[in-house]
């Protein structure tokens, strides 16, 4: 069973520019979230998508946004880059709402995106 | 406020040496506490997931225990190994409704030397 994968693993923008991140769950998973990484912030959740809809957001500026397709591939795009944005963005998939509890439901990390802003 | 605060923040141990990471939390209501691994460059991997009633888990060389009352964890790595160096991550949830209430700490990073 292949796991999560994002791309791309390695970004560098220049400040106010857009950025896309992809992200492919583990087959059959239907929840994915999306997690900022900083090494003095550790891991902050961002948002999490579950069939095709947001199901939870966290306490981010409406420039970091996300979508999730039919298949439950998804998207995460950051508008207007700013330095502070550099890190690694982790996406998790789980089955977590497909007749698991969340108690013990796992997710599933992928390796990340490392985005640095210049 | 609901906060997860682990240490030490770094480790060095020499390979082959037990060693003891702690987490204490303030989250409430309690769900459940995970410990996840992450090898430098790559994403976290679960260790072990531990609701209120349980006291203790096993993940091979890692055991967890969890003290709900006192609101502290521990984790326990036996006979350290040169692929134990990695950042353990506490992760505590306060309730069962969804991904945005999971709380993280900031890591100890471990390092294990030959």
């Known amino acids: 069973k292949a796991g999560v994968t994002q791309t791309p693993r390695y970004l560098i923008k220049t400040r106010g520019q857009q950025v896309t991140l992809s992200c492919s769950p583990i087959?059959?998973?239907?929840?994915v979230s999306w997690y900022q990484q900083t090494p003095g912030q550790g891991l902050q959740f961002l948002f999490e998508?579950?069939?095709?809809?947001q199901r939870n957001k966290g306490n981010f500026p409406g420039r970091f946004s996300g979508r999730q397709f039919s298949n439950s591939r998804s998207e995460m795009n950051v508008s207007t880059l700013e330095l502070g944005d550099s890190a690694l963005y982790l996406c998790?998939?789980?089955?977590w709402g497909q007749g698991r509890s969340f108690l013990n439901t796992e997710a599933f990390f992928g390796q990340g995106t490392r985005l640095t802003v210049v | 406020k609901n906060q997860v605060e682990q240490s030490p923040q770094s480790l060095i141990i020499l390979e082959g040496k037990n060693c003891t990471l702690q987490?204490?939390?303030?989250?409430?209501?309690?769900?459940?506490l995970r410990w996840y691994k992450q090898d430098t460059g790559r994403g976290p991997v679960s260790l072990t997931i531990?609701?209120?009633?349980?006291n203790t888990k096993s993940n091979g060389r890692y055991t967890a225990t969890l003290d709900a009352d006192t609101k502290q964890s521990s984790l326990h790595i036996t006979a350290s190994q040169l692929s134990d160096s990695a950042s353990y991550i506490c992760?505590?949830?306060?309730?069962?409704?969804?991904?945005?209430?999971?709380?993280f700490g900031t890591g100890t990073r471990l390092t294990v030397i030959p």
């Open positions: 998790a998939s789980s089955d």
């Open positions: 987490c204490n939390y303030t989250v409430s209501p309690f769900s459940n």
């Open positions: 531990m609701t209120f009633s349980e």
């Open positions: 992760v505590v949830s306060h309730d069962q409704t969804g991904a945005n209430n999971l709380f």
């Open positions: 087959s059959g998973h239907r929840s």
């Open positions: 998508y579950f069939s095709e809809t």
